[in-house]
């Protein structure tokens, strides 16, 4: 089984002023480089790197990596056209599932990526998603069968992942992580992650 792993990394971090969160960085390493990786560990089929906002800056983060890296010219009307971005690189490929991930959740692992991949396995469904936390909602990282292709290639604007796993949910299975829930949108949100952090390195 062929998994292409695509990695959304074309946002413009408006909210942190225009410093790109992918170059954020944790034990020394970027997020962008650090969940690429991950992906590469897996090898499990291609792995996609969608880029757009700060392009130069984050190619260079990727430097030496087997990976392909598409830009996105649209990539400030939304989440929706990154998605297809990636996707069309995959048209020639025989992939049989995608993973869909993003780069601002700091605590998705290589062992997270393979969870989603050995449900799908175990399960058989179309869609493998993240619970964030008990009572939280159904989110990426998300794996997808290929043939969620075609209804990817009709979202626009913002919407992503999380829609098509709303209207699939009796395709859908899923991985408790309530770490998905730490992203880092805002100043905020990267502050109270770097305090989780310090706690975890103290400890």
Not at 76 to 81: C, D, K, P
Not at 191 to 196: E, L, M, Q, S, V
Request: overall charge negative.
């Amino acid at each position: 089984m062929i998994i292409a792993t695509i990695i959304l990394a074309a946002g413009g971090s408006t909210r942190l002023g225009g410093e790109p969160k992918q170059l954020l960085t944790q034990n020394g390493k970027t997020l962008v480089r650090q969940i690429t990786e991950a992906a590469l560990s897996l090898e499990a089929g291609p792995v996609v790197v969608v880029l757009g906002g700060n392009e130069e800056r984050i190619r260079a983060e990727l430097t030496g990596l087997p990976i392909r890296t598409p830009i996105n010219p649209n990539w400030q009307q939304g989440l929706a056209s990154s998605i297809q971005v990636g996707l069309n690189q995959l048209n020639d490929e025989p992939v049989d599932a995608f993973l869909m991930v993003l780069t601002d959740q700091p605590y998705v692992t290589a062992q997270l990526l393979q969870q989603l991949i050995t449900t799908q396995h175990q399960m058989g469904r179309g869609i493998v998603a993240c619970r964030y936390g008990e009572s939280g909602h159904l989110g990426v990282p998300a794996l997808f069968d290929i043939r969620y292709r075609s209804e990817f290639m009709l979202l626009s604007g913002d919407t992503g992942a999380r829609k098509l796993i709303q209207q699939y949910v009796n395709d859908c299975s899923q991985v408790l992580f309530p770490q998905a829930a730490i992203d880092l949108d805002t100043w905020q949100d990267v502050d109270a992650w770097r305090g989780i952090e310090g706690k975890t390195e103290s400890a």
